[in-house]
């Protein structure tokens, strides 16, 4: 279950945003490494289904490789960018953490090639952006189709968090 403050701490981050790009992360065909995939389909239902104005909302399946993105959000020029991925970092399977942008080096991130700190170091050469990295503990990076349990609870806890702020 996801915390009040985490909820409070996406609250806090999105505050006075002109405009957020959510970029999910991960490897369509491995279980649990595929939340950020996840994350980002689900959202766009919700948000076509709640009529939500998109026009300050960016929802990017960026896969396994974000960096083919860039060109997408310089042009989007968002205020904010929340990135998240499946992390390897030593806690319980479905726990979620604000990985701050000095840290990312740090966690091991999923399966993608490039490095995300390469990655958010060239956006930022372009942009004026707001920074929040949210990884997902992962129960299983196996191939396969299903997310674990907890981390599909701890995914939609977080789609039902964004979706009612951003609403």
């Known amino acids: 279950m996801i915390s009040i403050s985490i909820k409070n701490e996406i609250k806090v981050f999105l505050n006075n945003f002109e405009k957020v790009a959510i970029l999910g992360i991960g490897n369509e065909l491995r279980e649990d490494d595929k939340v950020g995939l996840y994350i980002i389909e689900k959202l766009s239902e919700g948000i076509k289904n709640k009529n939500l104005d998109e ?68 956006l930022e050469k372009f942009l004026s952006i707001e920074l929040l990295f949210i990884g997902i503990q992962p129960l299983n990076m196996d191939l396969g189709n299903n997310l674990s349990v907890k981390v599909k609870r701890s995914a ?7 979706l009612s702020l951003l609403s």
């Open 55 to 122: 026009s300050s909302l960016v929802l990017i399946n960026a896969g396994s490789v974000p960096e083919n993105f860039t060109r997408l959000i310089k042009q989007e020029n968002p205020s904010h960018l929340i990135i998240i991925d499946a992390a390897l970092m030593d806690k319980e399977p479905g726990e979620l953490k604000f990985v701050k942008k000095e840290e990312i080096a740090d966690v091991n991130i999923s399966t993608h090639s490039l490095s995300l700190n390469f990655l958010i170091n060239y």
């Open 156 to 162: 939609d806890e977080l789609i039902s968090i964004f």
